[in-house]
């Protein structure tokens, strides 16, 4: 009866990882062709600070989840408990990990504030700056949500963008643009930036990010608790196989 369990548990582990290994080499194939595309596709992403990083992020996943794939098939086919271990090992690093992130998350929350926000961008804003992360990721968000500021557009008063623009009420990525036109003109570039409302985005970021967001922090959370299920299951079937192997 103890053969027959860990002859399952070997086939029932080398499945649920072959999957991962099939999750991750699906990621690394979309992250290399964005970077590799020579249709052009890789200009677009690098235009946006906010996609580039998203690319890198993808490519990442995808390594770890092909590398764990791949441990957890070997250790389990193979029955090797150096593989074993050394995929106990990472799931048991990847969950210390996510807990130290949670944990972090909930002790410095106090700095994901309105308040907190603003004043960043009063200090730090520069305005037309793709050289400069913290701006140009700004201007990413603020382009991508339709939104000016954190609260709205009267952020940028008394702040190091108006020191550097005097004559500019907000920066450009403030400014509506054509829908018509692909959002690639401007609807009345220079009555916005003189700090006409009807030719501006008026609604703050922060508004608009936890609106978009709203919808997705429930499924957020559900993912979050069948990963960190899967974690622990994939923790207790690795050590139970490595126990089991003679």
């Known amino acids: 009866m103890e053969g027959d369990c860990l002859s399952c548990m070997k086939y029932l582990m080398f499945i649920f990882n072959f999957f991962i290994f099939l999750g991750g080499s699906f990621l690394l194939g979309v992250g290399l062709w964005v970077l590799l595309d020579p249709m052009g596709f890789r200009e677009i992403v690098a235009a946006n600070p906010l996609l580039f990083t998203g690319v890198y992020i993808i ?72 050289t400069d992360v913290f701006t140009s ?14 609260s709205s557009p009267e952020d940028f008063e008394e702040s190091l963008f108006r020191l550097i623009s005097p004559r500019k009420a907000v920066p450009e990525a403030c400014c509506q643009r054509n829908r018509f036109l692909g959002d690639v003109e401007h609807v009345s570039l220079e ?52 126990r089991g192997i003679e």
């Not at 003189?194 to 609106?211: E, I, L, P, Q």
């Open 59 to 130: 490519l990442a996943l995808g390594g770890l989840l092909f590398l764990l794939g791949f441990l957890g098939c070997c250790g389990a086919i193979r029955e090797n408990k150096c593989l074993l271990l050394f995929f106990f090992m990472l799931i048991l690093f990847i969950f210390l990990t996510e807990l130290a992130a949670a944990i972090l998350a909930f002790l410095f929350r106090e700095h994901l504030t309105r308040e907190y926000f603003t004043r960043e961008l009063k200090r730090h804003y520069q305005g037309h700056n793709n």
């Open 191 to 242: 009555q916005c930036l003189s700090g006409t409302m009807a030719f501006r985005h008026n609604k703050g970021c922060y508004s608009a990010v936890v609106d978009y967001f709203e919808t997705y922090i429930y499924m957020a959370g559900a993912l979050a608790i069948v990963v960190l299920t899967i974690e622990l299951f994939a923790m207790v079937f690795a050590m139970c196989l490595f």
């Open 137 to 150: 990721t700004w201007n990413a968000i603020m382009t991508t949500f339709d939104c000016c500021g954190v």
